[in-house]
């Protein structure tokens, strides 16, 4: 046929309405792409002014396919029909089948009867009767499912079904609306509802209501959740949700989103008039109060190099969290933070400020909790000179307040030189120097210990202090290499010398920034083992250790460290209760296990020297594949730094089961026990099957934490996903 014919051009039209109306597209273009026809026969009476192809007949154009028995058109009524095992292919990879179509030529009009759809995701679609009128498809005694088949038995009910006595798509609106509709499970009629809307695939955004979720407590009694989706504009929308309980009063939960230019931001919060004393929670309260939180984060690209962001976190009473488990509910502080952070180069520059709210019912007073507005730093690494030496610049100041305790103002300027050498025997050299001068002003610190606390009793100093502090490092490694077959080893015995003057931590400047202090592998042969500047590692040591390493040329891997440190001269006193109590300290180590992709396991420990006991023990392992694996964390505290108590002692073992039993079934099962106290923490499991079209997880879960306003309980959650239409749960 020649390109731009009446038939191909009509042919091409009935291509577009049946993948508009049918696929559910947006709007209606005509391609201006030729149609080809291919038939056994194909004839055209003048008198009648009809157009027939039969045998056979495949028309093609760009991505759609059409084919059936056979293909008219009628000049007289403008319409164009196919019948006789009817079938086409979209674009998107939808098929539609049916017995006979016919369409008007200008688009406005159409019928297809006993209309049957493949959609892309394997979804099936039926109708008796599908018709257009203008930009309204309606399908009448309409059917839908995600299943597929039984291969046993194809004409069994499938697993769940939607019917509808009609089903109706504005294509100008991109609404589908079902009249009259029926869920089936298993060819049982379920769920009705008179009427039900949804977006048509489309799309991507409409308000409206979300699927709502059922469950259960003790304290809570029976439990409704009923979101509601706004969608205010593109770059903006809202999540709405109440929630209704029988045994407390109903609580409003709130969602905003927005992107900027360059960034985003969301605001959570949730609202109620609740009297916690009611429910044991937290501290008690009197009368009806309001209580609730608020949760926001957002960032921003100010420029290439320049970001900046804040996280916000405050609650009227962590009990309110606590009950209702709302994020954050077993954290130990809200912190919230805003910062700005620049990359030049080789230099780094950021802006911060930091305020907390204790989660803790005793012990911590909001208002001896620091406010850091702001802390400023600055961190700049040369370029290397000609011997590969390099510079380096840290300047950091701090302002540290609170309402009730230790106020802290610090200045400080850091300048380091770094010096690396490769032997050409292959040991690796590198020696430092560094110059710290810092100074501050203080408030109210209490000079009894190293470790002041935020509301001294004692005596107290205010005023000005500083230090400076100069150190010098030197390290050495030289790693032996043998290859073997497929197997290499690699032997690296490690030392380092460090030297300073001792006493350079004056009882005057309160410690607020190093009082997570851990003597481990990772750190012993650091310059300074501490987390930041309050505490400078003072005075003379040595450190030695050996590295014992095996690589797979199929890329498995197994490692061993040890390693130990000697102080020279007097003893620091936040050395105490963290490995260095004496001048020689403990033995750190560490032994890493990968000889396959299916086995990780990492051990660390810290003996001591002299008696061999354990003060520390980490293990974490992962092993197996996705059809049985095992997760298992164990960790043992002897001793804590004095931060904390000098005498704390913790041990407690976590461990999780999953096994993929077949492409349905799935199982998992895991527990938390604390062994100090002989207390079984948390255990559960659960048991899902999935397939094509629905999803069913049961989990059951018995948490027996006691602490900060939690009380034990048992849940059960039944989950139930149902492909394309959300999920709903039942939780008891």
């Not at 004393?277 to 309260?285: L, R």
């Not at 540290?400 to 230790?406: A, E, K, P």
Request: aromatic fraction near 12%; glycine fraction near 10%.
């Amino acid at each position: 046929m020649p390109k731009g014919g009446l038939r191909g051009w009509l042919v091409a039209m009935l291509l577009l309405w049946v993948h508009g109306a049918l696929a559910q597209q947006p709007q209606l273009t005509t391609s201006k792409q030729p149609a080809l026809i291919t038939a056994d026969q194909m004839t055209y009476d003048r008198d009648l002014g009809v157009v027939v192809a039969s045998g056979h007949v495949e028309v093609s154009q760009e991505a759609r396919v059409l084919v059936a028995d056979t293909l008219t058109y009628n000049e007289r009524t403008k319409t164009v029909s196919a019948s006789g095992n009817v079938a086409l292919l979209d674009p998107s990879g939808n098929v539609v089948f049916a017995d006979h179509m016919e369409v008007t030529d200008d688009l406005k009009n159409g019928v297809i009867r006993d209309i049957k759809m493949l959609l892309v995701d394997k979804s099936r679609m039926a109708a008796v009767k599908g018709s257009r009128k203008g930009q309204i498809d309606v399908l009448d005694k309409g059917v839908y499912s995600p299943c597929r088949p039984c291969a046993e038995d194809p004409m069994a009910a499938p697993i769940w079904q939607l019917k509808a006595n009609r089903i109706v798509h504005d294509n100008d609106a991109h609404e589908i609306t079902y009249h009259d509709a029926w869920m089936e499970i298993f060819g049982l009629p379920v769920i009705y509802t008179p009427y039900f809307e949804t977006p048509d695939p489309t799309v991507k955004r409409r308000s409206g209501l979300l699927a709502p979720t059922f469950g259960g407590s003790g304290n809570l009694g029976f439990q409704y959740k009923q979101p509601y989706f706004w969608a205010i504009a593109p770059d903006k929308d809202a999540t709405i949700t109440p929630i209704i309980n029988t045994n407390a009063p109903p609580v409003l939960v709130g969602e905003y989103r927005q992107r900027v230019v360059d960034g985003e931001f969301k605001v959570n919060g949730a609202a109620t008039a609740l009297d916690l004393a009611d429910y044991g929670q937290g501290v008690p309260t009197s009368g009806t109060n309001f209580e609730g939180y608020l949760f926001s984060n957002g960032r921003v690209d100010l420029t290439q190099a320049w970001r900046a962001g804040y996280d916000l976190n405050l609650t009227t009473d962590p009990a309110f969290i606590r009950l209702f488990r709302f994020p954050h509910a077993y954290d130990r502080f809200l912190d919230s933070e805003a910062y700005a952070e620049g990359f030049d180069g080789r230099s780094y520059a950021s802006i911060q400020g930091w305020g907390f709210q204790t989660m803790q019912e005793t012990g911590v007073d909001n208002a001896q909790l620091p406010i850091v507005t702001p802390t400023v730093d600055y961190n700049l690494v040369g370029e290397p000179g000609r011997l590969g030496g390099y510079w380096t610049v840290d300047a950091n100041t701090m302002l540290l307040s609170r309402i009730d305790g230790t106020d802290s103002r610090r200045l400080l300027t850091k300048v380091g030189w770094t010096l690396p050498y490769v032997a050409p025997a292959g040991d690796v050299y590198k020696f430092r120097a560094s110059l710290l001068a810092e100074g501050y002003s203080v408030d109210d610190v209490g000079t009894d210990n190293i470790f002041p606390t935020p509301a001294p009793t004692g005596d107290t100093f205010s005023g000005f202090t500083g230090r400076v502090f100069p150190q010098l490092s030197f390290d050495w490694r030289y790693p032996f290499v043998r290859h073997s077959g497929p197997i290499s080893q690699v032997v690296e015995p490690i030392f380092s010398a460090v030297v300073g003057p001792n006493d350079t931590n004056p009882t005057t400047i309160p410690n607020e920034d190093s009082q997570d202090y851990q003597f481990d592998e990772t750190n012993i042969f650091d310059p300074s083992r501490l987390t930041g500047y309050d505490l400078v590692d003072s005075g003379q040591r040595v450190s030695y250790g050996f590295k014992w390493s095996v690589y797979g040329d199929t890329g498995g891997s197994t490692s061993l460290f040890l390693g130990q440190s000697y102080q020279f001269g007097s003893l620091n006193d936040y050395d105490l209760g963290v490995g260095l109590d004496n001048n020689l300290s403990d033995i750190v180590g560490a032994v890493q296990v990968s000889p396959y992709d299916v086995v990780d396991l990492l051990y660390r420990f810290r003996l001591d020297a002299e008696t061999g006991d354990f003060h520390r023990q980490e293990i974490g392992l992962r092993a197996g594949v996705p059809r049985f694996n095992v997760d298992l964390s164990y960790v043992f505290l002897n001793q804590l730094p004095l931060t904390v108590s000098p005498t704390s002692q913790a041990q407690e073992i976590y461990g999780q089961v999953r096994s993929v039993i077949n492409e349905n079934w799935s199982f998992f099962a895991q527990g938390r026990r604390d062994l100090e106290n002989d207390l079984t923490l948390e255990y559960g499991a659960g048991l899902t099957y999935t397939n094509d079209c629905i999803s069913l997880e049961l989990q059951g879960l018995r948490t027996n934490y006691t602490t900060s306003g939690i009380t034990p309980d048992t849940s059960i959650v039944l989950t139930i996903a149902f492909k394309n239409l959300g999920a709903y749960g039942l939780s008891l």
